[in-house]
């Protein structure tokens, strides 16, 4: 699969829109495109082709690394992501191995980060309706929070707010995402999985 190096690059953080689910484990996708937002200099509008909001701008150390990016927050539900998503890729030009899903992960310890190219949805349903909408040939940044604790329900587990021990160490955490997609969108994914699949 070849892809032209100059093409630009599509980040999208999954969450559900709407103030009440903004704490939420499930919006940590959200928060690491808030910050890389903030780190590029750019405010969330919306999109005119799409059901999200985005940002566009530019990404990486002055060069030949530097790469032009739109961040995205699909402002459809979690569940429903595919459809903006696939409609900012084809606005936008991007070819699907430039799309980059930032994303809560259950099988993974709170914190721990897992970069991959493709792969399945593992019961995520963000990424479910983005598979069924563009193939599975996107990169995934797997924000670990770990399994509910007893007998939680995993639906009531992602729509809860991060817990107060958790809350002390999330900054740290989601700046550590964010360096890891600027990581793979300049050096390429071998080069963040060694340095971030913690």
């Known amino acids: 699969m070849t892809t032209d190096a100059n093409a630009p690059w599509l980040i999208v953080g999954l969450g559900n829109p709407g103030p009440e689910y ?3 484990r499930h919006n940590v996708g959200f928060m690491v495109a808030d910050l890389l937002a ?9 999109a005119q082709k799409a059901q999200a909001q985005v940002v566009e701008g530019r990404m990486g150390p002055p060069g030949p690394a530097n790469r032009r990016v739109i961040l995205a927050k699909p402002m459809s539900y979690m569940n429903l992501s595919g459809g903006p998503v696939t409609a900012l890729r084809d606005f936008y030009k991007v070819p699907t191995a430039h799309v980059v899903a930032v994303h809560d992960e259950l099988d993974i310890d709170y914190g721990v980060l897992r970069l991959k190219l493709g ?12 598979t069924k909408a563009m193939g ?19 639906a009531d587990f992602v729509l809860k707010d991060f817990s107060s021990t958790e809350r002390k160490e999330l900054d740290y955490f ?4 964010a360096d890891s997609v600027e990581c793979l969108v300049a050096e390429g994914l071998e080069r963040a999985q060694s340095a971030y699949n913690s």
């Open 22 to 24: 903004a704490a939420n």
């Open 38 to 46: 903030e780190r590029i200099g750019g405010k969330f509008k919306r």
């Open 119 to 130: 792969g399945g949805d593992n019961g995520h349903n963000g990424l479910k309706s983005m």
């Open 136 to 154: 599975a040939d996107y990169h995934r940044v797997r924000f670990g929070i770990g399994r509910p604790p007893g007998r939680m329900q995993v």
């Open 174 to 177: 989601v700046d550590r995402a």
